[in-house]
């Protein structure tokens, strides 16, 4: 989830499952 654009989407919505989405992502 979010491997198109994990940053952007970790910017625009700062929540926990982005935040691990982004983070599991690298």
Same mark, same amino acid.
């Given at each position: 989830? $979010? @491997?198109a654009? *994990?940053?952007g989407t970790k910017r625009q919505r *700062?929540?926990?499952a +982005? @935040? +691990?989405s982004a $983070? @599991? @992502?690298g």
């Open positions: 989830m $979010g @491997a654009e *994990p940053r *700062p929540d926990p +982005v @935040a +691990v $983070g @599991a @992502a």
